[in-house]
């Protein structure tokens, strides 16, 4: 991976979903390069509302925090 992907990582962002108040996970990950940005939604992994976008040329992954 170029030094560019490794300064640009994502550590993962834990969120709250406005709809159904469960907590996820999301993180982007692929090769992350300047241009050729696609709009990629969180969505939650409870109840698959659309909790905001991010542009970028690589993947949002989400995961479920268990209590």
């Known amino acids: 991976m170029s030094y560019y ?3 640009h990582d994502s550590k993962g962002t834990e969120e ?4 159904c108040g469960k ?3 999301w993180e982007e990950y692929g090769d992350i390069y300047p241009g050729g940005k696609d709009t990629e939604y969180i969505r939650c992994p409870w109840c698959n509302e659309n909790n905001g976008s991010i542009r ?3 993947f949002v992954s989400v995961s479920k925090v268990e209590k």
């Open 5 to 7: 992907n490794h300064m």
């Open 16 to 19: 709250i979903c406005h709809s």
């Open 23 to 25: 907590k996820f996970t």
């Open 56 to 58: 970028t040329s690589g």
